[in-house]
């Protein structure tokens, strides 16, 4: 639930084993949780690209028209939510060797709680200059990098060694996801402005 953000940024262990307590579904966790946080990207996103502009330096940003970017951001949510579902099949598929190997739902869970820290990462998208969006993100993957070091032995029952090969395989399974992301949504947007040389073939 929304109200596990603080426990994994505060205190992951102590969080992972009141999380795994729960046994909640996938639908309780998106509903919970998932879905009103993969919301602060797009809303941070909209807020920037309409009434900020994406830049370089700082200086005057290319905005993009409310519709526009209205139709790119629910695009971006729709990624979001199926990139959440992705990494946990990867999840499944790479824990299938092992005797204890977790459900696709327990590692869909998983895989939306440890996306916590980016997700909130696209608060900064608020004011969207293109290396202060970057280190956000690259902070925001570290710290999701770090729940899932520590929790994938505790929430999917295996040992530590097998948790260490699981997570190496999961992150950058999930750094693959993250840079399509991001290619799509610098894709999207450069079409979505007029300023665009892709605005004038598309458009």
Not at 64 to 75: D, H, K, N, Q, R
Not at 124 to 153: D, E, H, N, Q, R
Request: neutral net charge; contains cysteine.
């Amino acid at each position: 639930m929304i109200n596990h953000v603080w426990g994994l940024l505060h205190h992951p262990d102590r969080e992972w084993r009141e999380i795994n307590k729960e046994h909640e579904s996938v639908s309780h966790m998106y509903a919970h949780h998932v879905l009103i946080l993969a919301a602060i990207p797009v809303v941070s996103s909209f807020i920037g690209t309409t009434q900020v502009g994406w830049t370089l330096n700082g200086e005057e940003g290319i905005k993009l028209s409310v519709m526009t970017a209205l139709g790119l951001g629910v695009l971006f949510y729709a990624l979001i939510l199926l990139a959440v579902a992705g990494v946990g099949s990867a999840i499944h598929a790479l824990s299938r060797q092992y005797s204890h190997r977790p459900s696709r739902s327990e590692s869909i869970i998983f895989a939306g709680y440890i996306a916590t820290p980016m997700f909130l990462s696209g608060l900064f998208a608020i004011y969207p200059i293109a290396w202060l969006c970057m280190l956000a993100v690259c902070i925001g993957v570290a710290y999701s990098a770090y729940l899932l070091y520590k929790g994938t032995p505790r929430f999917l029952g295996i040992s530590h060694k097998e948790g260490f090969i699981l997570s190496t395989g999961t992150l950058g399974i999930g750094v693959l996801i993250l840079e399509f992301l991001l290619a799509v949504v610098v894709l999207l947007w450069s079409m979505g402005s007029e300023h665009s040389p892709l605005w004038a073939f598309f458009g």
